[in-house]
């Protein structure tokens, strides 16, 4: 750059401010994590999550109320506040859109209010998930053009891959090495300093953005191909009428088992960033052919698992036409209340084919959310009573302590009848549930 940064000295003397773009699952454990360190701006456009932030209440769960009510952020929805900072971090999300293809507004519109406020001096680091070139290619090209300001030359740009696991107590912003990326190696370094401060398992500096931005795609499409192995697995062994959770067992005392397991690939990572590395592949005139079927298998996990609900049902002796199914969880995965991109829908809506009535029950998940983004409403699970089978789609904690009692009273009591139990994830004991007369079936 054509002036010498001194960003990381001005922000540990509090000379400037850090700001976090978007305050989600991503952007708010941050945001907490650096105001131990330094003094940071959490920007939301969101005026209801910043007003709730700002009352010490963390929808997202990921740092809990008291360290929001405990922490120094100075919390925003209006941009002005942005003109004290020096160094932004954007960690918007990135979904795709009803096509697949990626949605870049939130990113795009993300860079223009950040323009609006771009010093020179000033550092830009990206953290959401994007294909390889967007940093550079779409990016930074906003930015100069809304600041009239000259990247390398005016302001530094870098790229660091966000890698927090919504719902995972073990796996935070301080124990997770970070990937780190920048325009130049001047930049790559004020931007490793700055991550330092806070990512005690260090940083790995990758030698440009593009790579920093394809190692993402990369991790997710890893996990992604290996869970649809595990599920294609699964749909087979179902016909061959064998428990691939006792096959999983077998496998992995093998001492090179990867340890993955079939089940349900939503959320705003898996089941999304794969469709990036798809997009960018076919504008170098690449079909992806193992990536595509991957994500096909996962996708079709949900009715699938729909359909081996009602055969069980029929095997059972159940009226399907008006039965009613109680399905416990809804959100992306376990002990979070995130719903983005959820596959429990695709149950929901295949049982509904059927017209089977189905009652919906997730502690964890934000019931106003719910029932805004996806016209849900929730049933508290003592209120569930009468149902002819039970799903577990998501492996909540709350789920995993009851005993088979407390399952028992959300049947029928109807001794003739069998209790079918669709055990998704394999939280209950197969012979256990077996001998306590449930129809048992497990994914």
């Not at 360290?67 to 925003?76: M, N």
């Not at 931007?191 to 790995?204: C, F, R």
Request: hydrophobic letters at 40%.
């Amino acid at each position: 750059m054509g002036i010498k940064m001194t960003i990381y000295e001005n922000l540990i003397n509090k000379k400037d401010k850090l700001a976090i773009i978007g305050l989600g699952y991503v952007g708010l454990p941050l945001a907490v994590s650096f105001a131990e360190k330094v003094e940071v701006i959490g920007f939301d456009i969101n005026q209801r999550k910043i007003e709730q932030y700002r009352q010490g209440m963390d929808e997202t769960k990921e740092v809990g109320n008291s360290r929001i009510k405990l922490s120094s952020i100075e919390f925003a929805d209006d941009e002005k506040q942005l003109q004290e900072v020096k160094f932004f971090i954007v960690a918007v999300p990135t979904p795709v859109k009803s096509d697949k293809t990626p949605e870049l507004s939130p990113v795009k519109g993300a860079c223009e209010i950040v323009g609006r406020h771009l010093q020179k001096g000033s550092v830009v680091v990206f953290e959401s998930t994007v294909y390889p070139g967007v940093t550079e290619d779409v990016c930074i090209p906003i930015l100069e053009q809304v600041s009239g300001l000259i990247c390398g030359q005016d302001f530094g740009v870098g790229y660091s891959p966000e890698r927090i696991n919504p719902g995972d107590p073990v796996h935070r912003v301080h124990n997770i090495v970070k990937i780190v990326s920048g325009i130049n190696k001047e930049i790559l370094e004020e931007i490793a300093k700055v991550y330092e401060l806070v990512v005690k398992e260090g940083v790995y500096r990758a030698s440009s953005i593009k790579v920093a931005e394809a190692a993402k795609l990369a991790e997710n499409a890893q996990r992604d191909i290996n869970i649809a192995f595990m599920n294609e697995l699964a749909v087979v062994f179902e016909r061959m009428g064998i428990c691939t959770y006792e096959v999983v067992q077998a496998m992995n005392t093998k001492w090179n088992a990867l340890g993955f397991t079939p089940g349900l690939v939503g959320g705003h990572c898996i089941g999304v960033d794969p469709y990036y590395f798809i997009y960018k592949a076919s504008k170098m005139n690449y079909h992806s052919p193992l990536i595509s079927a991957g994500r096909k298998i996962n996708n079709d996990m949900g009715r699938f698992i729909a359909d081996i609900t009602v055969k069980q049902m029929i095997q059972a002796g159940k009226r399907i036409k008006g039965s009613r199914v109680c399905i416990l969880g809804v959100t992306f995965k376990e002990n979070c209340p995130d719903i983005r991109n959820t596959r429990v829908l695709d149950i929901i809506a295949r049982l509904r084919e059927f017209e089977i009535q189905t009652v919906i029950v997730d502690p964890e998940a934000n019931e106003e959310e719910l029932e805004m983004e996806y016209g849900i409403k929730l049933v508290p699970l003592d209120e569930v009573k009468e149902v002819d089978c039970v799903i577990v789609a998501v492996a909540h904690e709350a789920f995993q302590r009851l005993e088979v009692e407390a399952y028992d009273s959300l049947f029928k009591n109807d001794t003739s009848e069998e209790k079918v139990f669709i055990d998704v994830k394999s939280i209950m004991d197969r012979e256990e549930m077996k001998k306590n007369g449930y129809s048992y079936w497990s994914l």
